[in-house]
């Protein structure tokens, strides 16, 4: 069953102005944990008085969808894979509900800092690299030492997956600290080896962003016993729709937490697919399922 949004009644409201005025944290430390919906529903009611609620035309939260960038021999996942310090993601964002879109790419900073930086972009191409794109996201690996030939490397990054998910942004103003929350979470192959949408189930990918030290969320979910977990929802996404991939890192989130998720995969692998993977690449890349292209349609329209 799908998850219904999280009950946020009892935080107190800001705008989307408010949130960027003082809560830009482009470069910061982020833990991620997986959680059931249940215990994401017991962290917001832990910090009542502690946190204000993203609202946005009444709604405190919002619907996303992510494409995600990779070259043929899957630089971006095995870097991560192989616990590189010099590693990047290459996205689209488009925020459902607005129609807006960004090109973002996430590089590794100073102390395993996340660095991320984007560009506005139109919601009818999230779906391809322009050449606009590719330049900017060749200038940023550039900046981050990513890579030697970043312009090679960038000519080369194709879709190969995507996410839609919900998303319920929390400012907690006295540790200068953000939260979001997502649920009802499910991946989208775009290499055409499964079909559908594969679903996350009744979990919460739980994402606290501060500026160095943990802060109340992070002592909250301690004290509840949630640790931090190695789980992205590229990384973690695309291991579990192409099993063949090394996939260690996320070995127990995937074989504890996502069984569902696992077995969705083997009932729809191959169906109607030519590609497959391999160790190390993806191959006869197929266009964006007709799930995901319907949805960032009717953003950009």
Not at 260 to 275: N, W, Y
Request: with cysteine; glycine share 6%.
């Amino acid at each position: 069953m799908t998850p219904s949004p999280l009950d946020t009644s009892h935080l107190e409201r800001m705008s989307l102005d408010e949130l960027n005025a003082v809560a830009g944290l482009l470069t910061r430390v982020d833990r991620k944990y997986l959680v059931p919906a249940t215990a994401a529903q017991g962290l917001l009611d832990s910090l009542t008085g502690q946190a204000r609620v993203l609202s946005i035309a009444g709604a405190t939260f919002a619907h996303y969808a992510s494409v995600y960038f990779d070259t043929p021999a899957l630089d971006s996942y095995l870097l991560a894979a192989r616990k590189r310090r010099r590693r990047f993601k290459v996205r689209t964002r488009t925020y459902l509900d607005s129609g807006l879109c960004f090109l973002e790419v996430k590089t590794r900073g100073a102390r395993g800092a996340t660095v991320k930086k984007r560009l506005a972009y139109d919601a009818g191409s999230a779906e391809v690299l322009t050449r606009e794109g590719r330049d900017f996201v060749a200038a940023q690996l550039a900046a981050a030492q990513v890579s030697a030939v970043p312009h090679h490397l960038v000519e080369t990054l194709v879709p190969v997956m995507g996410t839609t998910y919900e998303r319920t942004t929390v400012h907690l103003p006295a540790a200068s600290a953000r939260l979001t929350l997502d649920t009802c979470l499910a991946w989208q192959d775009l290499t055409g080896r499964v079909a559908g949408d594969v679903p996350a189930g009744d979990l919460a990918v739980v994402e606290t962003k501060n500026p160095a030290a943990p802060g109340p969320a992070d002592r909250l979910l301690w004290a509840a016993g949630h640790r931090p977990t190695r789980v992205s929802k590229y990384a973690t996404g695309l291991a579990l729709l192409h099993p063949g991939l090394p996939s260690n890192k996320w070995h127990r989130v995937m074989r504890q937490d996502l069984q569902a998720a696992l077995r969705a995969v083997g009932d729809r692998a191959g169906c109607g697919a030519d590609a497959r993977a391999t160790g190390s690449s993806l191959t006869r890349r197929r266009p964006a399922t007709s799930c995901l292209r319907n949805t960032l349609r009717t953003a950009s329209s």
